[in-house]
Each structure stands twice: as C-alpha cells, then as structure tokens.
C-alpha cells in the first residue's frame, strides 16, 4: 500500500488503541479510494441514529437488541430471544462476548443506557415503554403502560440502536460507536459516510476492508456514476432506467419488490374531502393499471391495500383487486353535488372542482401526478400539481388545510402490521385528520393481543374499513431498483432495506 499522511483525531486515536485488530487498517484506509466500496444512493447522512439511523444501519455499522430477517420478521440481533413474561413484561436475553468497537463490552447495563435514550426521543413518543432495567449483566427487561405485543418490532428500528457509552460527550452524541460489521471512520452530512471493516465482528466478518455512502441526489448522476465506474452499487434508481440497465454491459440489475406504497393522502377535515363519496371518487377515477404500465415500465404492480399480499399475510387477502371504475366515480361525484356543466370542469355552488396536490420530487412521484392529472380530468377534476422537497411537503400538510398530497411509506418499516396505527389511527403521524372509532379500537385491540391469527384479523379489518373510508387512496407497490457493477457478488436485497448486506458481499477477483 502506498505511503499517505493521515491525519488521526483524538476519537480515531482512541478507537485504535482500544480496538487494534479492528482498526489497524484505519490510517491506510481513509479515503483510499481503491480499497472503497462505493454506494451512491439519494438520502442524507448523519452520525446520530435518532435523526439520520438509516444509512448508519444500512451499512452495519450499528445493531439493535431485535433483527429483521430476509421474510419481513423480527429475528435475533444483539438479543438471541425475547419472552413476553407478563401482559406488560418482556425480557431480552443477550449475546454473550458482543464488544463495541472501542472495545467496551456489550452488557445489560449499557443497553439499559442507550435504549433509555431513545425512549425519551419525540422518535419513541408512540411506544409505550415505560421503564427498562437490567435483570442481570445478560438480561434486558422493559416494561409497557399496556400490554404491546408490536414491542420486539419497534425495537428493530434504526432508532433503537444499540450505542457504546463512548459515543457521547458531556452528554452530547459525537459519533456512533455501535456493534456492527462496519465500524463508523467519518461522515460529511450532505456528501459521504465512511465506515472500515470490523475484524473483531462476532458474525460474519466482511470481505470489503471501507465502505464509502456518497449522497447523490441525482437520479442519473447515480446511474453515470455506476457506468464511469465511480461506484460499485447505485440504489433507488428510477423504474424507467430498468431496461436500459439491463441491456448495458458491466451492470447488473435488482429489482426486489418491498413493502411500501405510493399513494394519495386526503385532508379529510375540509372541502372538498371531508366527503367520503369524493374521495372514494377519486379513488375509483384512476386507473392503476394503465399508470404502472406508462410511467413506471411496468415495474411497479397497481395496488389497492396498504400492505400487500405478495409480502406478507398481514395483507387482507380479500380486497378487491382493481377499484378502476370512472362511471362510478362520476356517480359519486353527482351525489355529492358536484356536477357537470357546460365545461369540462364540475362544478358546485358557482366553484370549480379546482384541487392542488403536492408531491415531492423523488420515487417517480411528479411522473405519476401527471398521469394522475389526465385521469382525473376525465372525470372532471381540475388537477394541479406542486413539487417541493419532503421537509417542505410535511410541514404544509402539518400546519396548514390541503387538498391532498402524494407520498410513498414503507408499511413494515418495522416488521409488524402495528405500522397501520401510524398510518390510521385517529393519534397516528399520517397527516389527515381521519378519525374512525371502529379502525382505532382494533387497532388497540391488535396492539394488545398475543394470538398471530387474531391479530391477523383485527388487522384485515381495518384494512377493509379504510379502503372503504379512503382517508387515503394507495396507488401502486413499489420495486426497489438497484444497480452494481457486475464483479459484485453475494448481493441479496433485503425486504425491508434495513441492511444492504455488504458483510456477505465480495468482489469477484479480490
């Protein structure tokens, strides 16, 4: 390797005396971009897994008590089991000989600390934990206000990463110090996360020796960047590159199906969608088929449900699989006063049928707007469209009435269908104001229960009911697409993209 100068701040310094298997390659590494995997993917970085945990945990480099396995369920991580042992009780069982990587020792002690740190966070507000302690140095406890059985899937979240006490200052995060197959080297928020290889990893030990994350917003930059060989692996790549990656040497393509959705959310407290018969209108108006198929290359499935059925059992099975039916959407419309004239454009009391929706310009969102424009025109809704960045999107819809505004959720974000109450509950953060005492008593009532098939059925239930209410009105599935250069092998998507995997990924040659 060539001699460079390398600067080492007092952080590095110490996490190479503590942890000098792990480390040793620290200097060479850092920013010797031949030994680099490169990830080009749209979404920022930071060091704190409260507010940037996804590309923390996305590239190994922190873990938490509960996993999630490649069927979208929760499995061992730094917990090998969990026990329900009350109706408010659980107790987490430890790895034994888990360090950090500045050598601390994985306890019940230090975990008690880390997770006491994120149930205190706005992040955790909806969780009902309310206490956790160590039973002793390799037991967890935690207890709820109510019975939760959703608990081991919450603990799955990027938030509840487990975190070295040497990761804090005076009280103050100054760099994630977690477990993972990749120790955290530096980050620059807005441009690159670097991270090195654990040799000390209890699991698998990678083959890659650094890992370079570039935010790069950009969807085609990421592509030609993949072509130029400046990276290894370019993610959330848009539908409509997928044939021409397919047909360019030196690439190969993934194109996994995951739980998320695009879909239309509804102000449900103000005209013109405080009337169900409208929305469910517009749900009727739009022609899934036809949108998957023009802007999305037929990539993406139409979708009808919140979770869907190729996925996951939590999907409700018995949904209808089109709502495609404009003659009805037109008769609901009647219904509710808005009626044709001697322009294209209903109208009621003297006004237009006018609506904006918003949408942010990622996962091919304003494409879709357009189409969704020409079929709503076909039934007589005058149609505009504005494209702001997310932040922006969420603090209008929070602050101020909408019409409507078009988005895309991953619904097993976390592994458990508890992920509805966020979406549907009259407390829950979907941005609404839908409010149905039936859909929040089964959602409490599934929370609750221990029994996999009732809660399966409270949970078809209010997947049927929302359908019906249309508070929102879901779109299309989702298919990630992520290219590599093709000497990388080992590559497996993950359902729920809570890890790229890298620890099982190698290059062909090296």
């Not at 061992?76 to 888990?98: H, Y």
């Not at 505004?405 to 509950?425: C, I």
């Not at 399966?456 to 879901?474: K, N």
Request: with cysteine.
């Amino acid at each position: 390797m060539p001699e460079k100068h390398v600067t080492m701040d007092r952080r590095t310094a110490l996490k190479t005396t503590l942890g000098a298997g792990t480390l040793a390659l620290a200097g060479c590494l850092a920013g010797d971009d031949d030994t680099d995997f490169r990830i080009g993917s749209p979404w920022d970085v930071g060091r704190d897994p409260l507010e940037d945990g996804s590309p923390l945990r996305r590239l190994g480099i922190t873990e938490a008590l509960v996993s999630v396995d490649y069927d979208a369920e929760p499995a061992p991580g730094l917990a090998t089991d969990w026990e329900r042992v009350e109706n408010t009780r659980w107790e987490f069982s430890l790895r034994d000989d888990v360090v950090f990587h500045d050598g601390e020792e994985l306890t019940a002690d230090v975990v008690v600390d880390s997770l006491e740190r994120t149930v205190e966070s706005e992040a955790f507000a909806g969780v009902p934990i309310t206490a956790i302690e160590a039973v002793d140095d390799s037991t967890v406890a935690v207890e709820t206000d109510t019975p939760f059985s959703p608990l081991p899937a919450h603990l799955s979240r990027n938030d509840a990463v487990i975190l070295s006490p040497g990761s804090f200052e005076d009280g103050e995060l100054v760099e994630p110090i977690s477990t993972g197959p990749f120790v955290f080297e530096s980050v620059q928020p807005g441009t690159e996360l670097r991270a090195i290889r654990n040799d000390d990893y209890y699991g698998e030990v990678p083959t890659i020796e650094s890992v370079r994350y570039e935010v790069v917003e950009d969807d085609q930059t990421r592509r030609m960047k993949l072509e130029n060989s400046e990276l290894e692996m370019a993610r959330i790549l848009p539908q409509e590159t997928v044939s021409d990656l397919e047909e360019t040497d030196g690439i190969d393509v993934y194109t996994p199906e995951i739980p998320r959705i695009r879909f239309l959310t509804f102000d449900t407290q103000s005209e013109p969608f405080d009337d169900e018969r409208v929305r469910r209108a517009v749900s009727y108006a739009v022609d899934r088929e036809t949108l998957t198929e023009s802007v999305l290359e037929g990539v993406d499935d139409p979708a009808v449900g919140p979770i869907s059925p190729e996925m996951t059992d939590w999907a409700d099975p018995d949904l209808e699989e089109s709502l495609y039916d404009p003659d009805r959407a037109r008769q609901l419309l009647d219904e509710a006063g808005w009626t044709t004239g001697s322009e294209e454009v209903r109208t009621r009391d003297g006004e237009d049928f006018e609506i904006e929706v918003v949408a942010f310009d990622a996962r091919s969102l304003p494409m879709i707007a357009k189409v969704l424009q020409g079929q709503l025109a076909d039934v007589g809704i005058d149609l505009e469209i504005t494209v702001v960045e997310y932040g922006t999107m969420l603090d209008q819809v929070s602050q101020d009435s909408f019409d409507a505004y078009l988005t895309s959720w991953g619904t097993l974000w976390y592994p458990d269908p508890d992920r509805l109450a966020d979406m549907f509950h009259s407390d829950g953060d979907l941005h609404h104001g839908y409010e149905n005492e039936e859909v929040d008593a089964l959602l409490e009532e599934a929370r609750e229960l221990d029994d996999r098939e009732k809660r399966r059925e409270r949970y078809h239930e209010v997947q049927s009911i929302v359908v019906e209410d249309a508070p929102i009105s879901v779109l299309t599935g989702y298919t990630n697409v992520i290219a590599t250069a093709a000497e990388v092998d080992g590559y497996e998507p993950h359902p729920t993209e809570i890890t790229y995997g890298l620890e099982t990924v190698d290059l062909e040659g090296e």
